[in-house]
Nanobody
């Protein structure tokens, strides 16, 4: 069974940092794009960052978030610095193949004082 398992979410004060992890099991996605999305309450899921032959970010997180991957461990990370209340959301990991998009179950990130 193919799974993407996220971890690392939590409650953090504005200006703080968190590091999210997404581990793939059941198959490897090293040759495919992987991305992070997020969904805030009452809003649609939105793209945050992706990695595949480079790294890419939505404008609102540039210079604050860093996506990386450890191919040996089939793991993708999202380092989030200078967090803002508007970053509060459930964060999802996605693996994009030619025939199917795999999603994790999500991890909650709450930025609040």
């Amino acid at each position: 069974q193919v799974q993407l398992i996220e971890s690392g979410g939590g409650l953090v004060e504005p200006g703080g940092s968190l590091r999210l992890s997404c581990v793939a099991s059941g198959r490897t996605f090293n040759d495919y794009p992987m991305a992070w999305f997020r969904q805030a309450p009452g809003k649609e899921r939105e793209y945050v960052a992706a990695t595949f032959r480079g790294t890419f970010y939505t404008d609102s997180v540039k210079d604050r978030f860093t996506i990386s991957r450890d191919s040996a461990k089939d793991t993708v990370f999202l380092q989030m610095n200078s967090l803002k209340p508007e970053d509060t959301a459930v964060y999802y990991c996605q693996a994009h193949t030619l025939v199917y998009d795999y999603w994790g179950q999500g991890t909650q990130v709450t930025v609040s004082s």
